[in-house]
């Protein structure tokens, strides 16, 4: 059973910073693409970070210098390091997995709630 669990959400205020993990099982994680994303109330679901199969990150501008995607293929988890936080990050964050060959995204998970106050 495929499985992406999103954890580290949470309230900070702005200019804090969280770290989101994304533990992944039921599938061969090292032969998948990841990526992050966001979907804020009334809004569409953007992309905020992904990787290739280089491992290469993509950020969308408005994160870039201010988020670090990262993994961990040892431990099939993704993560998400948030600094310098605004009130317009406020989101559910979800990763997501797609086959490098592919360009949707296959599995996703439950999504993790950032709220950040100014």
């Known amino acids: 059973q495929v499985q992406l669990v999103e954890s580290g959400g949470g309230s900070v205020q702005a200019g804090g910073s969280l770290r989101l993990s994304c533990a992944a099982s039921?599938?061969?994680?090292?032969?998948?693409?990841m990526g992050w994303f966001r979907q804020a109330p009334g809004k569409e679901r953007e992309g905020v970070a992904t990787?290739?199969?280089?491992?290469?990150?993509t950020y969308r501008a408005s994160v870039k210098g201010r988020f670090a995607i990262s993994q961990d293929n040892a431990k099939n988890t993704l993560y998400l390091q948030m600094s310098s936080l605004k009130s317009e990050d406020t989101g559910m964050y979800y990763c997501?997995?797609?086959?490098?060959?592919?360009?949707?995204?296959?599995?996703w998970g439950q999504g993790t709630q950032v709220t950040v106050s100014s």
């Open positions: 997501a997995a797609r086959g490098c060959g592919t360009s949707w995204y296959k599995y």
């Open positions: 990787v290739d199969s280089d491992g290469h990150p």
């Open positions: 039921g599938f061969s994680y090292s032969s998948y693409c």
